[in-house]
C-alpha cells in the first residue's frame, strides 16, 4: 500500500485496502483476546476473586466462538458482502405476509450483526405482504453468514387471513448471492437479457406516479429475474439490477461447485427450491427448527425478531464436517 503509484488503480487499491482493514482487525482481535486470557490466568494464580475470573472467561469463550466461526468462511466469496432475496411461494396471502415477516427478521439480525443493509425492491402483494424484496447486506463476512438461510422457509400458525381463523402453512423462498463489484469479470450477453421498465410501486412521492423508472431485467438462458426501484433514475436503477444480476450468475456457479462437491463426498441434497431448510410453528405448538441440522429454538418471537446466530453457527459448523451441502 505505500508503494509509488498504489492508488493510480482505484478499484484495485480499494480491495487491497479493504482487505488490509479487514486482516488488521482480526489480528487486533486476537491479540487482544490473548492479552485478556494472560490476564485472567495472572488473576487466577493471584487468588482474586472467582466470580470474576469465570465472567472474564465466558467472555472470553464468546470471542471464541466468533472466532471458530470466523474460520469457517473459506469460500470464495465469503468475506464480502451479499444480495438476500426473497419470494412468496405456495401459500396466497398468507406466504406474501411471510414473506414481509422475514423481510423484517432479516433486517433486524443484519442491524444486531452490525451490518449495513439496504432494501433495493420491494413489490407489495395483492391483499397483505410482498411478493418479493431484495436487500444488499453489507459487512465483513456477510455473504458466508448468509449463505446458511438460503433455501425454502416454511411457517405454520392460524391464519390472519382465514374468517374462520384456520391452520395453515405457507412457504418463502430465500436466495442469497455475493454482491460483486461493478468490475467482477462475469460476461453477460447482451442477446440474452429482456429488459422491462414499470412504475415504482409503494410510498414513494410523486416521482414513481410519473415515471417508469423501476427496471426488471430477465436473464433467458436461466430465468432469472432481477429488479430495482429504489433509485430515483431508470439508469441508476439498471445499473444496479445488472450488478444483481451478475451476483446470481456467481452464485448459480458457486451452487454447481458446491453441489458437485457434495456428490464428491456422499452428501448429496437439493440445493434448490425444493429444499425446505426451516420449519416456524406457531400453532398447535411454538418451535423453529432446521432440518438440516436438527437445531432447534423453542423461543419462535426472538427467531421472529432476529436471534438467527445459533441456526447460522449450527449450519456452518455441520458445513465445515461436511454434513451439508
Known amino acids: 500500500m505505500g508503494a509509488p503509484g498504489f492508488w493510480d488503480e482505484q478499484a484495485s487499491a480499494a480491495r487491497i485496502s479493504t482487505e488490509h482493514s479487514r486482516l488488521t482487525r482480526k489480528l487486533e482481535r486476537y491479540e487482544r483476546l490473548r492479552a485478556e486470557f494472560e490476564d485472567a490466568k495472572e488473576l487466577q494464580e493471584l487468588g482474586e476473586d472467582e466470580d470474576d475470573i469465570a465472567e472474564t472467561i465466558r467472555s472470553l469463550e464468546r470471542e471464541l466462538e466468533r472466532l471458530q466461526e470466523d474460520a469457517l468462511f473459506t469460500g470464495r466469496y ?14 396466497g396471502t398468507d406466504a406474501q405476509d411471510w414473506a414481509e415477516m422475514l423481510l423484517r427478521m432479516y433486517l433486524r439480525w443484519a442491524s444486531d450483526r452490525g451490518f449495513d443493509a439496504e432494501v433495493l425492491e ?7 405482504g410482498l411478493k418479493s424484496a431484495t436487500v444488499t447486506v453489507k459487512g465483513e463476512n456477510a455473504y458466508g453468514t448468509l449463505k446458511a438461510e438460503r433455501g425454502v422457509h416454511r411457517l405454520v400458525r392460524l391464519s390472519p387471513f382465514d374468517s374462520a381463523h384456520r391452520r395453515h402453512t405457507a412457504f418463502a423462498q430465500v436466495v ?12 453477460i450477453d447482451e442477446s440474452d437479457l429482456r429488459i422491462d421498465t414499470y412504475r415504482s410501486s409503494g410510498a414513494g412521492g410523486q416521482h414513481v406516479n410519473k415515471t417508469d423508472s423501476a427496471v426488471r431485467i430477465t436473464h433467458i438462458p436461466t430465468g432469472i429475474v432481477v429488479q430495482c426501484q429504489n433509485e430515483r433514475s431508470q439508469t441508476s436503477n439498471k445499473a444496479t439490477a445488472m450488478r444483481i444480476l451478475r451476483s446470481r450468475l456467481a452464485e448459480l456457479e458457486e451452487e454447481k461447485r458446491e453441489a458437485e462437491l457434495a456428490r464428491e463426498r456422499g452428501a448429496a441434497q437439493d440445493i434448490g427450491f425444493g429444499s425446505q431448510i426451516r420449519s416456524y410453528v406457531l400453532h398447535p405448538y411454538q418451535l423453529v427448527k432446521d432440518h438440516r441440522t436438527d437445531y432447534e429454538v423453542g423461543n419462535t418471537q426472538s427467531v421472529l425478531d432476529g436471534g438467527l446466530d445459533g441456526f447460522v453457527r449450527a449450519y456452518l459448523l455441520a458445513k465445515a464436517a461436511g454434513q451439508v451441502v
Open 78 to 91: 465469503d468475506t464480502g458482502d451479499a444480495v438476500l432475496e426473497i419470494h412468496a411461494g405456495t401459500g
Open 176 to 187: 442469497v448471492a455475493p454482491l460483486l463489484p461493478d468490475d467482477a469479470p462475469i460476461e
Open 122 to 128: 420491494a413489490s407489495p402483494g395483492e391483499e397483505a
